[in-house]
């Protein structure tokens, strides 16, 4: 039973220098998004070895000392969820923000083009928007046109 409740009084300072790890990064201006995550995933994997050593103790003890033991632990995981949301709605911030910046980076710049006016000549009218081989019949046919009307 002594060697359980020390184990837990280790990983419960363990945790508690996550708590100041996270905060700390948290309050940083310049966020680290890979230690917050590395800070995160030890949290989860301390706050699991944590529950199964209070589930451990709380079989031993006998009923006047397992209500006491049992708000205790409940207490320290109750802050445990506290921080890891406190992480996870910072690395979304993070990852939303990165997100947005992304986006600005797919903005394509086409170069100007510039459409001749129209000078009143119809072979150029005629020919401008038909393919080449199209455009021989075209003003071949224009000219016909032009022959028959004056």
């Known amino acids: ?6 184990k837990r009084k280790v990983l419960r300072t363990a945790v508690s220098k996550l708590f100041t790890r ?7 201006t310049n966020v680290n998004k890979c230690s917050l995550e590395e800070s995160l995933k ?3 994997v301390k706050a699991e070895e944590l529950s199964k ?3 451990q103790i709380e079989e031993l ?6 209500e006491a033991e049992f708000e205790a632990s409940q207490d320290y995981a109750e802050k445990i969820n506290v921080w890891q949301f406190r992480a996870e709605r910072k690395l979304n911030e993070l990852t ?13 710049r086409l170069p100007k083009l510039t459409i001749p006016k129209f000078n009143g000549d119809i072979f150029i009218g005629i020919a401008f ?5 199209s455009r021989f019949t075209t003003i071949h046919l224009c000219l016909k046109l032009r022959n028959l009307t004056t």
């Open 53 to 55: 050593l209070d589930l």
């Open 42 to 44: 030890l949290l989860t």
């Open 61 to 66: 003890l006998d009923s006047d000392s397992f």
């Open 96 to 108: 939303g923000s990165s997100e947005s910046i992304n986006d600005n980076k797919h903005v394509v």
């Open 1 to 6: 039973m002594e060697n359980l409740k020390s």
């Open 22 to 28: 996270i905060e700390n990064e948290i309050k940083n």
């Open 129 to 133: 928007g038909i393919p080449l081989e």
